[in-house]
Nanobody
């Protein structure tokens, strides 16, 4: 089984920064894509950013220039540096990993990010 452990959420004022981390553990050979999704109350879960094992990153338009995703393949860990946070970034942030030849999806338990105005 695969386990994703997230950390780094919290409460911050608008304009502030937070860094999320997600470490994958368990039995697997390699992780194809790691990413972060978020879900605000009453809204669907949406992709925030993801990154391939080769370092290619993809961002949702509203976070471009503010958020940076990175990963440490040796540690099976993905990070999300969030700067210039806005109240509309408030959501539960979920880590996601696509693992194995079939790209099976695994999810973390979620971490709350709250940005006050």
């Amino acid at each position: 089984q695969v386990h994703l452990a997230e950390s780094g959420g919290g409460l911050v004022q608008a304009g502030g920064s937070l860094r999320l981390s997600c470490a994958a553990s368990g039995r697997f050979f390699s992780i194809n894509v790691m990413g972060w999704y978020r879900q605000a109350p009453g809204k669907q879960r949406e992709l925030v950013a993801d990154i391939t094992s080769g370092g290619y990153a993809n961002y949702e338009d509203s976070v471009k220039g503010r958020f940076t995703i990175s990963r440490d393949n040796a540690k099976n860990t993905v990070y999300l540096q969030m700067n210039s946070l806005k109240p509309e970034d408030t959501a539960v942030y979920y880590c996601n990993a696509a693992i194995g030849p079939r790209g099976n999806n695994y999810w973390g338990q979620g971490t709350q990010v709250t940005v006050s105005s």
